[in-house]
């Protein structure tokens, strides 16, 4: 177990040191979500009904928090891919370390970076108005939820990382999960859509997080939006890992 | 240590889908050799070195290094060698000291910066050490993979085709980095396809062919198997690598 631990440290390091000599990868991680939410906010925002009272960058944001992390983990595939593409996985892989530790650095550096692009994102926010009176404990939820999402996305990635067999289309899969929160409550309440989109929309996981954050920031009950999303969460976490595991086995062996 | 081989392979075979790429090697390396394993492109040389460092499992037949079976005890095998493939493993994002420091943690040594600082001082990258590993010559980077896979001392070293792709000069670095493992003891099997390169560094030469070892044994035990040397004189002009050598010098590139 310790030797896990210390090899999954050591690698991490060696991960986060990858994202520190380029921070421009967090730049752009966090630039896609900041663009959707000046351009919605204003531009688009004044024509959106939103039921909820407050102002519409604080009905946003959940949203633009969700597309940052899709966006952020198209880097967590391209640094898996990185590594496998080039000799270095095979060195890894001939040392006497912990397999799994290959696979858990890389996941813990995806939280990292994306920690980092989220704090960015809602700065921005911050800076265009957007205000919470909500106190330490519904923050903790909203991050352990975005943390939750985060690990889910995450496991998913090394699939295409582990997979993919150029620069180009490993970070072509972040692309739908990007553009998912707008088939969701996230940036227009669901009421308008024609049937069948809202039916997608209601029924897709990131409709109830999008909900849940959305109340615990605004100092209401979450209640059943908040079981769901972290079942959600869980469940495609479950999910991704088993199949990230699946494959790392048919792959490498 | 001396006694039992440091590689063994018995009846080793290993497929791709229809292509049976490994028919049956029988392969024995003794402990603190340089064997080098000879062949065309495509013999299998590769698979065979990726069967023997753990990284792929063979379909049949045996094969132990260090005396661990690669196949139900990889991770002891693990243990006591280091491979260093066709493309230098290092991460170019890292310094030369960063990579090595990552190595030796990795091996779990008592002092990882210590080890790397001796290695960079042994493989005269001292200076380079604190340059990221993107910055350098293709010599200077096979020279950190080979310090890379020396981290922690393995009795076993396999070098997949250690000196495609470098020039003159490099080449003659890595040869003098193999030779000084072997004189610290060390099992070096080494591929190429360079007949040269095994006459110089080698003693042991093993020949894969159509899936086989079709020959094993010293280097003098293999040119025994040549025709008889008819004695001619031949005036012989400097080869075209003594002129290159000669033109751009013996000194170091760093």
């Given amino acids: ?253 | 240590m001396t006694t039992t081989p440091a590689v063994r392979t018995v009846g080793l075979t290993k497929s791709y889908a229809d292509l049976a790429v490994l028919r049956g090697v029988d392969l024995s390396v003794p402990a603190g050799s340089i064997c080098a394993l000879l062949g065309r492109n495509g013999a299998g040389k590769t698979t065979l070195v990726r069967i023997l460092s753990t990284l792929l499992q063979p379909d049949g037949g045996t094969a132990t290094v260090a005396g661990h079976d690669v196949v139900t005890a990889p991770g002891r095998v693990r243990e006591r060698i280091s491979l260093t493939g066709q493309f230098a493993a290092v991460d170019d994002v890292l310094t030369g000291r960063e990579n090595l420091v990552l190595v030796a943690r990795l091996r779990r040594v008592a002092a990882p910066t210590r080890v790397a600082d001796d290695l960079l001082d042994r493989f005269s990258l001292t200076e380079a050490g604190r340059r990221r590993a993107a910055t350098y010559s293709g010599g200077m980077r096979r020279r950190l993979d080979l310090a890379m896979s020396l981290v922690a001392d393995p009795p076993v070293v396999f070098l997949d085709e250690p000196t495609t792709g470098l020039d003159p000069q490099g080449r003659h670095e890595v040869w003098a980095a193999v030779r000084d493992l072997a004189r610290g003891g060390t099992t070096v099997l080494l591929t190429t396809q360079h007949l040269e390169e095994a006459e110089r560094l080698a003693d042991r030469v093993a020949v894969l062919h159509e899936g086989r070892v079709v020959v094993d044994g010293t280097l003098a035990e293999v040119q025994a198997l040549a025709p008889p040397t008819t004695v001619e004189q031949v005036p012989r002009p400097p080869s075209l690598e003594d002129v290159f050598l000669g033109l751009t010098g013996a000194q170091e590139s760093r």
């Fill in chain 1, 1 to 253: 177990m310790t030797t896990f631990v210390r090899a999954t440290a050591a690698l991490t390091g060696r991960s986060l040191t990858h994202v520190r000599r380029s921070p421009d990868t967090i730049i752009t991680t966090a630039l896609t979500p900041v663009a959707m939410m000046l351009l919605f906010v204003y531009v688009f925002g004044s024509a959106i009904q939103t039921p909820s009272p407050g102002r519409y960058v604080d009905y946003l944001l959940p949203g633009i928090l969700l597309m940052t992390v899709a966006s952020s983990i198209a880097y967590t595939a391209y640094r898996l891919f990185m590594d496998v593409d080039g000799g270095i996985f095979e060195r890894f892989r001939s040392l006497p370390i912990a397999r799994s530790a290959l696979l858990w650095s890389h996941v813990l550096t995806s939280v990292v970076a994306t920690s980092v692009a989220l704090a960015l994102v809602v700065l921005v926010a911050v800076v265009m108005g957007f205000r919470s009176g909500a106190g330490p404990l519904a923050w903790l939820a909203v991050a352990g939820i975005l943390l939750l999402f985060t690990l889910a996305l995450t496991w998913l990635a090394l699939v295409p990382g582990l997979l993919a067999t150029s620069a180009d289309a490993v970070s072509g899969f972040a692309f739908p999960l990007i553009f998912l929160p707008f088939v969701s409550s996230a940036f227009v309440p669901t009421d308008g859509m024609p049937t069948p989109v809202r039916w997608f929309a209601e029924h897709q996981p990131v409709t109830p997080i999008v909900e849940a954050m959305r109340s615990l920031y605004a100092e209401q009950p979450a209640g059943s939006d908040l079981t769901l999303a972290v079942t959600w969460c869980l469940g495609l976490l479950l999910v991704a890992y088993l199949l990230a595991m699946r494959t790392y086995r048919r792959r490498f062996g």
